[in-house]
């Protein structure tokens, strides 16, 4: 959304991460900075039924020609069975006080649609763009839209966080929601100041503010995010965390029922396999393997995932997808399985208010072993997780507990091993032999670089190493088949 755009655009744009403070931030001076943002508004209207309007508006002023790029357009996405957009204001305001309205030949808007009658597969994303007329060093953009979210994703639940950079110039920050009485918010805010929080005519109105003219510079960026060490809030119509995994199960877990279809490939798969655990390692492989990534993103389709023959039939699906393929898979086999809900992104610990856009990613948990399984990850073997899945917040559909973590990475199951061997001539010319053993996560970067890759290839690119160093040399590469999904890789060079 347009918030969360111009974070990014000013932290690419100044160079600068999203770091926690540190002790003693330095200030930035003005001439460092490319652009400010002078204002910027949110308010939402929230109804009983969780749908609502949303009206956001901006003000940057360019500070260098450098931002003038970036500057030039502003943009906002939305599902269109869902949400419908309206833009309010649209203009380049000159130092004078001058308004350049935007004209109607200035909007892109691009759609995903299906072909002819039928709707779209996999997404309905629109995104409207307006370009700025008459944009210099010295004006500012201004972009106000409206957006109707008529449906919400989950009945009777709102959600929303905003966070603001200190390391970005803000002038005014205004936050507000305006709800029924009736319904239980629940919200919490860091370094912002609250204006207003009353109930008028059966209404819970809710008003924060937020300044930050004197801008710091960038602190450690190896420093954990947490969101309490930045200004922001969360407004939740959500108990808990529990209550997150719960609505999302509500819909998701009757998707991973058995059909007829399920039981037959469950059992092809796993053939002559008698064991469980390399019963879920097969039924784990082929969802992995089989199965292509495509985002889900028509309307509800962003919490609610496709039905199995949909999947099977096309070979592809987003996380929730394969997780509910593989849950549907395992459950046939007598294996239990739950869905977990995580976020895969830079989040270590998440606000004690809860929010559904904490949470991005759904994976698979196993209790009888207690195994994590990332389907959605390509190339990961049984019983490992990507580095995104790491040491993270994890809720469980079925289950729950609060607290409850991936497991971290254990200390030594990442290793790497290399034995070289050198014969240096008398004329200075070297032949030699390197046997390289990987482990963990570097076995798993080596197959993902190896796949698809021929005997030939490799040499060829063993050969033109030596040419980018600028040596006379040649050479061959000896490989494991690299397409295995297990934690272990082996390859030799000579040369």
């Not at 749908?51 to 002023?61: D, F, G, L, P, V």
Request: glycine fraction near 8%; include cysteine.
């Amino acid at each position: 959304m347009l918030n969360r755009w111009n974070a990014r655009v000013l932290v690419a744009a100044c160079g600068m991460a999203c770091a926690p403070l540190m002790a003693a931030p330095e200030l930035q001076t003005e001439d460092e900075r490319p652009m400010q943002i002078e204002r910027f508004d949110v308010a939402f209207k929230i109804n009983v039924d969780g749908s609502y309007t949303e009206t956001r508006e901006q003000a940057i002023k360019v500070l260098k020609s450098d931002a003038l790029e970036l500057l030039k357009n502003s943009s906002v996405g939305y599902s269109t069975s869902i949400q419908k957009v309206e833009v309010l204001e649209a203009y380049t305001l000159k130092p004078d006080g001058k308004r350049v309205v935007v004209p109607k030949s200035n909007y892109q808007v691009q759609t995903n649609g299906g072909h002819g009658d039928g709707g779209p597969v996999f997404s309905d994303r629109t995104s409207m763009t307006v370009v700025f007329p008459e944009l210099e060093v010295g004006d500012t953009t201004v972009f106000k839209y409206r957006l109707v979210g008529s449906q919400p994703m989950f009945d009777r639940q709102f959600s929303d966080v905003e966070s603001f950079s200190r390391q970005v110039y803000y002038g005014q920050v205004d936050v507000s929601f305006d709800a029924p009485a009736e319904l239980p918010v629940k919200h919490e805010a860091w370094d912002m100041q609250k204006v207003r929080d009353e109930t008028v005519g059966g209404r819970r109105i809710s008003h924060w503010r937020f300044s930050n003219k004197q801008p710091v510079r960038p602190g450690d960026a190896a420093e954990l995010f947490q969101f309490e060490h930045q200004p922001g809030l969360v407004y939740s119509t959500f108990a808990s965390y529990a209550d997150i995994a719960r609505v999302y199960g509500e819909r998701a877990t009757p998707k991973a029922a058995v059909t007829p279809r399920i039981q037959k490939l469950a059992d092809e798969i796993a053939g002559q396999r008698s064991e469980p655990r390399e019963v879920a390692r097969a039924l784990y492989e082929w969802v992995s393997t089989n199965i292509t990534y495509a985002g889900n993103c028509i309307g509800l389709g962003a919490v609610v995932p496709h039905d199995v023959d949909f999947i099977l039939d096309n070979k592809m699906g987003d996380c929730k997808d394969h997780a509910t393929l593989l849950q549907a898979l395992l459950t046939a086999r007598g294996i239990g399985s739950t869905q977990a809900l995580i976020n895969s992104g830079g989040l270590f610990r998440l606000p004690g208010t809860p929010a559904v856009s904490m949470v991005n990613h759904v994976i698979n948990y196993l209790p009888q072993w207690s195994l994590y399984l990332d389907a959605t990850a390509k190339g990961i073997p049984f019983g490992m997780l990507p580095p995104g899945d790491i040491g993270k917040p994890v809720f469980l559909v079925d289950g729950y507990r609060d607290g409850t973590r991936t497991p971290a990475m254990a200390p030594g199951s990442n290793r790497q091993i290399v034995r070289t061997r050198l014969k240096v001539a008398a004329d200075g010319s070297i032949e030699g032999e390197s046997e390289v053993e990987l482990e963990g996560i570097y076995a798993v970067s080596a197959r993902a670089g190896f796949r698809g890759v021929s005997h030939d290839q490799a040499t060829q690119y063993v050969n033109r190493y030596f040419q980018r160093m600028g040596a006379e040399g040649s050479g061959s590469i000896e490989m494991e088949d690299a397409t295995a999904l297990t934690d272990r890789y082996r390859y030799s060079l000579r040369f």
